[in-house]
């Protein structure tokens, strides 16, 4: 069993190294510094030896899905991690999400007021430093997917970063179709929604950033404007839920 954990280990480092060098090179054809780019290593239904063993290529930025797997699984990797919170979040869960992750850096799926409002409540309550948010924005107008609409990204940004004082925002995030690849249609809906948005609060475009990209379309979101990737299969191999009885 140690020899093929080992094995799996091994893999993940080089497909980390590999994810990197594919980066660079979208980040040049794009004519944008590749150091610009934040690559998470989304590490849901993961191993926490397995999440080591990317930490331990010298990568420290990773997202999760679900506040419980989360909340598990920080206390036992070390605390220069940087978590971005990646999934649809219910007002129940914050308490427990902050108080169980010191070091969580971003939480990225922000889609309305009333969990940024409980969001900026339970960061002043515990006395943590703010909290960095990306607003959620559904460009490809599934109802299935979390998300304000285009139109409504401006007015929740506005919220964000005027009436939230425990919250720093820090642009859009977007998930594309369902099968978790987008279109470059959904890419440009998030970019239009960063022009607006940096308009109405009066900064530079650079200083939103756009969380879009996964392991399907990452390069492509680059080319198109991405800061932010999320990758997971492709770094750690296919997902591994329990099997159902």
Partial sequence: MAASSAVTDGVAAAALRSVIQRV?????????????????????????????????????????NYV???????????????????GNLQSNKVKPLLAGVPN?????????KKIADRLDRMVASIGRKPLKIYVQ????????????????????????????????????MTIGMLDYTSTPENFKTLAKCRSEVC?????????????????????????MGSTNVRIGSTIFGAREYPKKN
Avoid at 104 to 112: H, K, M, N, Q
Avoid at 142 to 169: H, I, R, T
């Fill in 104 to 112: 969580l850096a971003i939480v990225e799926s922000v889609d309305d």
């Fill in 68 to 86: 419980q797997e989360l909340v598990e699984k920080a206390p036992q990797l070390p605390e220069d991690i940087e978590w971005s919170f990646i």
């Fill in 24 to 64: 660079h090179q979208a980040a040049e054809r794009s004519g944008r510094a590749s150091d610009r780019i934040r690559i998470v290593a989304v590490s849901k239904t993961k191993q926490v030896s397995l999440i080591h063993q990317v930490y331990d290529a010298g990568h420290r930025s990773f997202g999760e």
């Fill in 137 to 172: 924005v559904n460009t490809s107008g599934e109802e299935s997917k979390y998300g304000v609409e285009p139109s409504g990204c401006v007015e929740l940004a506005k919220y964000v970063s005027q009436d939230c004082p425990n919250l720093e925002f820090r642009g859009l």
């Fill in 199 to 223: 308009e109405a609060l009066g900064i530079p475009e650079e200083q939103c950033e756009l969380s879009m990209g996964m392991s399907g379309d990452f390069e492509l979101a680059i080319e």
